[in-house]
Each structure stands twice: as structure tokens, then as C-alpha cells.
């Protein structure tokens, strides 16, 4: 078993991304009616986890690839 383990849930009104470790787990929740694609999440996450996609890549009701281009990479 590798880790870590990524999956996503798509719903009407959410995304879901859940990342399971050896030991932990984070799951990141974008609600597609209150997100409007500012970007602001990804300026003040503490861990720099967030990350926005390519500059015009911002609409509406963003993708979670436009808004977190690179949620994690274990080839980094």
C-alpha cells in the first residue's frame, strides 16, 4: 500500500478532497456556492497548501484544480 492516498467526492454544492498519510488525514472541502474564486484561501493558508491555478484560469465556480493546482506531489 503506497501512501499517501488521494480521493475525491463531487457533489452538487461541494468537493471533496481527502489526503490519508500513514498516521493522519486532511480533507479539504470547497463549497461551489460560497467560493467565487478570489483566491483568498491560498494567501492565508499557514502552510502554503493552497495554491492557485494559472493566472485567468479563475471563474465563477472554479474547479479545485483552478483554485489548488497542486495539492500535493510526492515527487517534490
Do not use: W
Request: hydrophobic share 30%.
Amino acid at each position: 500500500m503506497s501512501f499517501p492516498k488521494i480521493s475525491r467526492t463531487l457533489t452538487q454544492e461541494e468537493e471533496h478532497i481527502k489526503v490519508q498519510f500513514l498516521t493522519e488525514s486532511l480533507e479539504l472541502i470547497l463549497n461551489r456556492s460560497k467560493c467565487v474564486g478570489c483566491g483568498t484561501c491560498a494567501r492565508v493558508c499557514p502552510k502554503e497548501a493552497i495554491s492557485r491555478g494559472p493566472v485567468g484560469a479563475s471563474r465563477r465556480f472554479p474547479t479545485t484544480e483552478d483554485i489548488i493546482s497542486e495539492l500535493y506531489d510526492p515527487y517534490k
